[in-house]
């Protein structure tokens, strides 16, 4: 594959997953009132509580393995299937010793996460199965296959909407269960089909070689994603004891609208690691410094939209009694950005294979955040814990570009340009706050915003729409051109 093709291949599939991700998005958004509405508070609760418990156990039964498929698709290039059915091995063995021990152990097992006996063995299936499903994703990511991966996204979100439903209108007297069960049967059924797919492949063996590889990078990586589950989670946990459940609610209302730009970051992110993987081991430094810039570029530019239109969407999503939060989203989202500048850092950690880093770096992050929780929301309220998030995720920001620039010695972006994009973005964020009482004034600002937007990325929308109308012509034929048989 040329150089010019590859890096085609890598925006399209990074385009798909934006496109793919949003649309996934907008059907969990527009189904969560329809589940609010069939079920009461309590039972909704009841499967709230089953996501976060899944969200945070997957880490510990994957032990974060998928994180090493990139490199190790450079290090193993021909033996990729056998390497991630490795790992699906290792990770099942792993997902079943934590699982017998679940289920010797049920009644206290189910009284500590707060769920029904039921709901813990939906959970035990949950977490067995769903794993091979994220390492057959990503090795279809890593090898530039996004319909592959584009299909399962929509599998699991269309099949995991219509069954909760058939289930909760045909068993009504029990409907978290059915929505716990319409959640969690699609996983196992399309996990059997790629278990069936590995073992007719002969990809499932026990590799001492590889699981020494997997477990050396991905271990330090667990510690990374607890703490940022706990950088996300300190902040509702400190108002809850600080403030008042209503602020609570609040605050998560507007904190969901704030991170929607991570629909968008994490999606183009799909499409740049592997492609950034490909170029870094090959040496195209400086293909990646210019085209990194169009990506921070755009997730400025999506950030700003978020906090330019927040009063419409928070207004749309919670309602008058919500508007109080409304300032919470611009530091939300600049944190969400920061985020997103620093994973470009922590890119060159996951290549030189220095894991361990990116842990230190969370850590550090995670504490400063409930340090600063501690000390600004009994004093300014549950708005002081949108700008303590912020300022954590500064500090990661600057721990990474720190990692790489001076302990690993790596001066791969223009450093400058990464900064000062993140600055100048904040310096629009601010005065826009001021604007939220002043409609027309920020829809000016938007439109302002918009066009500069067609400006600055009018390269690559002038050449999709010289492709859509090349596709649209159709080929001469024959005797239209001339030629004879």
Known sequence: MSENKGTNVALKAGAWYVISSVMVKAVATI???????????????????????????????????TFSIGRAKLDYP????????????????????????????????ASMLELSK???????????????????????????????????????????????????????????????LGVTAPIVVLSICFWIVSIKRKNIKANKEYWAYGLKLS??????????????????????KICSDADV??????????????VVTNAVADGWLPWFHDKYFAKSFAEIRKNVKYVIVLGCYVGLACIAFAP??????????????????????MGILCQYVYTHYVNIELHLKKTKYVSIGTVIAAAVNIILNAIFIPQYGFVAAAYTTCFSYVCLLFIHFFITRFVL???LYNDFFMFAAVLITGSIAAPLIYTYQHNLLRYGIAAAGFISMLIVFRRFIKAYIDKLRNKGKKPENKAESGVSE
């Open 31 to 65: 189904t969560t009132p329809i589940f609010s509405r069939m079920m009461t508070t309590a039972e909704f609760g009841v499967t709230h509580t089953f996501t976060s418990w899944h969200t945070l156990l997957i880490t510990f039964c994957t032990l974060n393995l």
């Open 78 to 109: 021909d033996k990729l299937d056998d390497y991630i059915g490795s790992m699906q091995l290792l990770s099942l063995i792993v997902t079943g010793c934590l699982s017998a021990v679940a289920l010797i152990f049920l009644g206290p097992v």
């Open 118 to 180: 039921f709901a813990v063995v939906l959970l035990v299936l949950y977490l067995l199965f769903f794993p091979s499903i994220t390492f057959f994703q990503n090795g279809f990511r890593y090898r530039y296959h996004y319909k592959e991966n584009v299909a399962i996204a929509w599998f699991i979100s269309l099949s995991s909407v219509i069954l909760s439903l058939v289930l909760m209108l045909a068993f009504s007297n029990d409907k978290a269960h059915m929505r716990m």
């Open 219 to 240: 271990l330090p990586l667990v510690l990374h994603t607890v703490s940022l589950n706990i950088l996300a989670q300190s902040d509702r946990i400190f108002i809850a």
């Open 249 to 262: 609610g609040i605050y998560s209302l507007v904190y969901n609208y704030g991170i929607l730009i991570s």
């Open 312 to 333: 419409e969407a928070v207004m749309i999503l919670g309602g008058e009694k919500y508007m109080s939060g409304v300032y919470c989203v611009p530091p939300i989202v």
């Open 409 to 411: 010695k790596v001066k």
